[in-house]
């Protein structure tokens, strides 16, 4: 069995497993039912100045028939003294040695505010910092969260101000709610951030209730924006981290985050870069065991690939992943319909006379029987037909061979821009 722990910036964990900064990790009694449960670490919910928060204060957007297919939340950070949460986080830590916990904290952007909560906890003996510049919703309109991690000055500022007495790791969250998270994740680094974690959630509103016409949450009939989560935003989430792992200005480790719910996404989350996971929506849906279905996965893929460590997954995708500007143009792929596997439902035929290239004939074979057939001469390999197809290995997409010489856009737009007035265009592609 392979080995499944990790080092992320010199913090200790057993597993990659960690649950993220939000309502299960509000208290002592869940982390250490979580630690029981097979979770690696949790990063505790977010510390600071104990806020008041409303009812209601969560909803779901539910999708062709799953439930939670994202979720949305205007709840801020604990609504729990310091003192209390301290005392429980040095009780679990004290109960589970081994065992990682991450104080997130949100403060006031003052040099004086960051000092005085770092000792705090610090004192009490966690492994290391995360600093919340992510949240979007509620701390956000008082100058915290993430109208702090939209400004990347501030969030080095910040960053280093903690760093002046921060003795453990000091991880940085960052905001998706911005143009380029590589740039804000720069300066985390510029300002001393030992790792980061992304994403956090989303300015997202669940929806309108058509009925009453109130917004989904609602407060006594007054909506706001809140943070989207769940596995609606793992794509958003994925491509974020990868931007940020090939970065070289970067360059620090990455904590996963965005709608990880099976051993399946920590795999992906590992190969495009991050060095650990945090999970959130997955367990206040299905409860903290989902992670013993996370970890036999995890176990048996890696047997099964021969990895003797899970940190042999960190990064592995990260030199396949490209800008768009540097793809092969003259790489060939086109749709292959296996008629044993077809069930004739047309759907392929539909999206591709509809939204595609029209390249898939109605036909009738020899035994009289419909069949559907690709022209390849037409076929762009868009993928359409193979995505929508509801028939397991009815549709192969198959890369054809023997075509033109690898060119990309870019190399293309070297070589016309290296040419004289003497060659068109159209000649030098």
């Given amino acids: 069995m392979a080995d499944l722990s990790i080092d992320f910036a010199g913090i200790k964990s057993p597993n990659p497993f960690w649950l993220a900064s939000a309502p299960p990790t509000n208290t002592g009694y869940q982390v250490q039912r979580a630690f029981e449960a097979g979770w690696g670490g949790a990063v505790w919910k977010t510390l600071g100045e104990p806020v008041i928060n409303t009812s209601a204060r969560f909803a779901a957007v539910h999708f062709g028939g799953q439930r939670v297919a994202g979720f949305n939340n205007i709840e801020l950070i604990t609504d729990r003294p310091l ?8 009780e679990t830590k004290r109960r589970f040695p081994d065992h990682t916990i991450i104080a997130s904290l949100m403060v006031e952007p003052k040099r004086e505010k960051w000092h005085e909560i770092v000792k705090r906890v610090e004192a009490i003996g966690v492994d290391g910092l995360e600093l919340n510049f992510g949240c979007p919703h509620g701390m956000a309109e008082r100058g915290m969260g993430a109208a702090s991690g939209q400004q990347p000055d501030l969030v080095q500022a910040q960053t280093a101000w903690v760093k002046e007495v921060a003795t453990t790791p000091v991880i940085v969250k960052l905001t998706p709610n911005i143009t380029d998270i590589t740039v804000v994740a720069r300066h985390a680094v510029k300002g001393g951030a030992d790792a980061i974690s992304l994403i956090n959630t989303i300015n997202s509103l669940a929806g309108v209730d058509i009925h009453s016409w109130n917004t989904i949450p609602n407060v006594g009939g007054q909506g706001a924006h809140g943070g989207y989560c769940g596995p609606a935003v793992k794509p958003i989430a994925l491509s974020m981290v990868a931007e940020c792992a090939r970065d070289r200005e970067v360059g620090v480790p990455i904590s996963g985050i965005g709608g990880i719910s099976t051993w399946q996404d920590v795999v992906e989350f590992m190969l495009m870069g991050s060095t650990g996971i945090q999970v959130c929506t997955a367990v206040m849906h299905h409860g903290f ?5 996370m970890i036999d996965g995890l176990n048996h893929y890696l047997d099964e690939k021969g990895l003797a460590s899970v940190t042999e997954l960190i ?3 990260v030199p396949k992943y490209s800008n768009w500007g540097d793809l092969d143009l003259n790489y060939q792929v086109v749709a292959q319909i296996n008629e044993e596997n077809c069930i004739n439902c047309n759907k392929c035929h539909i999206a591709c006379e509809d939204a595609s290239h029209q390249c898939i004939d109605m036909l009738t074979n020899a035994e ?3 069949i559907l057939q690709v022209r390849e001469e037409d076929c762009v390999g868009c993928n359409l037909c193979s995505i929508v197809c509801p028939a397991d290995g009815a549709i192969d997409m198959i890369a054809l061979e023997g075509g033109a010489a690898p060119m990309s856009w870019n ?7 290296g040419v004289n007035g003497a060659y068109s265009e159209v000649e030098a592609g």
């Fill in 411 to 417: 190399q293309r737009s070297r070589i016309i821009s």
């Fill in 289 to 293: 065991r989902i992670v013993e279905e």
């Fill in 368 to 370: 009289g029987k419909a």
């Fill in 315 to 317: 990064g592995k995708s």
């Fill in 83 to 90: 003192e209390v949460n301290l005392k429980e986080i040095y």
